[in-house]
């Protein structure tokens, strides 16, 4: 049974940072491409972050390039987005997506 599990996410100030964590289980991880989205309020779910398989290549919006930054552990199976420099006013749900799954999701609010 596949699942992703993020977690991580809560109300941070803005300017702050979090780093969120996604576990997966139930298939190979290492041989995936892992994907970050965000869905904000009442608009479409948007692509965030992308990494390869061996985590050698990395991809990003261009709403978050050079300030967010996804890795990941093959070893643990999980993946990470470290969110820096957050805009206030920002609330999202942040999913993890791979192997033609999605988690649940983790909530980021951004406000003073």
């Known amino acids: 049974q596949v699942q992703l599990v993020e977690s991580g996410g809560g109300l941070v100030q803005p300017g702050g940072s979090l780093r969120l964590s996604c576990a997966a289980s139930g298939f190979t991880f290492s041989h995936y491409a892992m994907r970050w989205y965000r869905q904000a309020p009442g608009k479409e779910r948007e692509l965030v972050a992308v990494?390869?398989?061996?985590?050698?290549?990395?991809n990003y919006a261009d709403s978050v390039k050079g300030r967010f930054t996804i890795s990941r552990d093959n070893a643990k199976n999980t993946v990470y987005l470290r969110l820096n420099r957050l805009k206030p006013g920002g609330r999202a749900v942040y999913y993890c997506?791979?192997?033609?799954?999605w988690g649940q999701g983790t909530q980021v609010d951004v406000s003073s």
């Open positions: 997506s791979g192997y033609n799954s």
């Open positions: 990494i390869t398989s061996d985590g050698g290549s990395t």
